[in-house]
C-alpha cells in the first residue's frame, strides 16, 4: 500500500523516471497555514551537494493543485505534486537481466513480473523521499502550533561519529551551512572527506542520522499495536536506505543493567521529569514528556562503480555487473530531511488520535 496514516493520512503517487512524483494528503485541520517558502527551504536540504551526491539535478518545485485557499489549508484533500525532468532510463533496462545488487531489482522484478517500473528504481527510488519531505512541512506548521519541534542531523558518516548533545536550535544553524547536513561544521568536514574517499575508490559509505522532538506532550501514543515507536519504526522504515531504527539508548541498552538503564524520576518546576533519557522520551508506547531522541542506521549506497557479482536471470549464470549512471556515493546527507518529515507526519497523525490536535479549524 502506498498510503499511511489514519486522521493525518499520506497517499504517494509516481515514480523516480515517471512524469511527476507527488502525494495528496487528507485529514490537514481547515486554517493551516501552508508556507511553501519554508517548504522550498526543506526541499533544498535535500537536494546533492557538489561533490558528495548524485549529478542528476531536479528543480524539486512543489505545485499545489489543491486543498489550500489564500495560502491556508481548506480542509479538503491537499495534492503535492513534483514533476521529474532531469532522467536518463536508458542505462537501466539492463537490470531486468542483470540486478543490481543491493537493490530492490531482483525483488520487485520476482512480486511484479516484467512490466514492473525499473527506471531509476521506480517506486523503489529515493527519489519517492521528495513528496514526503513536502508533506513534512505541513506537518511541522501544525506540530509547530501546540509547541512541538523536530529536528534531524548526520551523527556519522562512514568512520566518523558526532558524540556530542546537540541543542535542537544549534543543530538547525548548523546542518543548513554544510553539505553532509552535520551539527558541526569541522565534523562535517571530515564525513565530507569519508565520502569522497569512497568516491573516489568507486565505492560508497552510509551512517546515522539523529532525529531529536521537544515538548511533545506526555501520552502520544497508542498501545498495543500502534505505539509511538512502532508507528514512527513503520513510517522510517519505509525510506529507501534505512536498515535499523533505535529510541533512547537502543541497542546499548542490551549491555547496561537495569539500575543504570532505568531513567530517575525527578520534579523541575512542579513537573514530573527524569534525569537521564535512555528511554528515549517513551515508556510503554507512550510519550513521557522527555524529548523523543531517534537513531536511523542508513547502509552504504548500493549503486558503485567497482565491479560486483550478480546473476543473469534468464542463463541462470553468474555475471559481473558495473553500474552506470548518476548515483549518491552516500545518502545520508539527503535521507535528513526525509528522516525529520516522516517523524513530524506521525507525530501529527498520533497527536490527532489522541486528542492533542484537532481535526476542526487551525
Known amino acids: 500500500m502506498n498510503s499511511i496514516g489514519t486522521q493525518f493520512r499520506i497517499t504517494l ?13 487528507d485529514g490537514i485541520p481547515p486554517g493551516t497555514l501552508i508556507d511553501e517558502v519554508v517548504m522550498e527551504m526543506d526541499m533544498a536540504l535535500r537536494k546533492p551537494m557538489k561533490g558528495v551526491g548524485t549529478s542528476r539535478k531536479e528543480d524539486d518545485m512543489v505545485e499545489i493543485l489543491s486543498g489550500v485557499v489564500g495560502g491556508r489549508a481548506s480542509g479538503n484533500p491537499l495534492t503535492i505534486l513534483i514533476r521529474n525532468a532531469n532522467t536518463d532510463s536508458s542505462v537501466y533496462e539492463k537490470f531486468r537481466e542483470v540486478p543490481r545488487p543491493g537493490h530492490a ?14 527506471r531509476g528504481g521506480g517506486q523503489f527510488s529515493g ?12 506537518a511541522k506548521q501544525i506540530l509547530k502550533g501546540i509547541g512541538i519541534r523536530t529536528c534531524a542531523y548526520s551523527q556519522a558518516i562512514g568512520g566518523i561519529c558526532d558524540e556530542e548533545e546537540r541543542k ?9 551551512v554544510n553539505p553532509v547536513r552535520a551539527a558541526d561544521a569541522t565534523l562535517g568536514a571530515c ?8 568516491s573516489s575508490e568507486g565505492d560508497s559509505v552510509g551512517g546515522i542520522i539523529k532525529c531529536v522532538c521537544e515538548n511533545l506532550p506526555i501520552g502520544v501514543g497508542e498501545p ?7 508507528e514512527i519504526s513503520k513510517m522510517i522504515f519505509s525510506i529507501p536506505g534505512v536498515k535499523g531504527v533505535e529510541f533512547g539508548s537502543g541497542f546499548a541498552a542490551a549491555l547496561m543493567k537495569g539500575s543504570v538503564h532505568n531513567d ?19 515508556l510503554g508506547g507512550i510519550s513521557n514528556g522527555m524529548p523523543l531522541e531517534i537513531r536511523v542506521c542508513i547502509k552504504p549506497t548500493p549503486s558503485i562503480t567497482k565491479a560486483q557479482q550478480s546473476v543473469h536471470m534468464t542463463k541462470m549464470k553468474i555475471a559481473e555487473l558495473k553500474i552506470s549512471g548518476r548515483h549518491d556515493p552516500c545518502i545520508v546527507p539527503r535521507a535528513v530531511p526525509a528522516v525529520e518529515a516522516a517523524v513530524a507526519i506521525i507525530l501529527v497523525d498520533l497527536c490527532m488520535r489522541g486528542g492533542f490536535i484537532g481535526r476542526n479549524r487551525w
Open 127 to 138: 527519489r519517492m523521499t521528495a513528496p514526503i519531505v513536502a508533506a513534512g512541512t505541513i
Open 191 to 198: 564525513m565530507r572527506e569519508e565520502i569522497l574517499a569512497a
Open 168 to 176: 535542537l536550535d544549534d543543530i538547525l544553524r548548523a546542518r543548513s
Open 224 to 230: 498495543f499495536f500502534d505505539t509511538l515507536e512502532g
Open 13 to 25: 503517487f509516481g515514480s523516480s523516471h515517471g512524469t511527476c512524483i507527488g502525494c495528496v494528503i
Open 105 to 118: 531489482d531482483f525483488t520487485a522484478l520476482s512480486k511484479y513480473g516484467v512490466d514492473v517500473d525499473i
Open 264 to 282: 530517575p524520576f525527578d520534579v523541575h518546576e512542579d513537573e514530573i521529569v527524569t534525569l537521564t533519557n535512555n528511554a528515549g522520551g517513551i
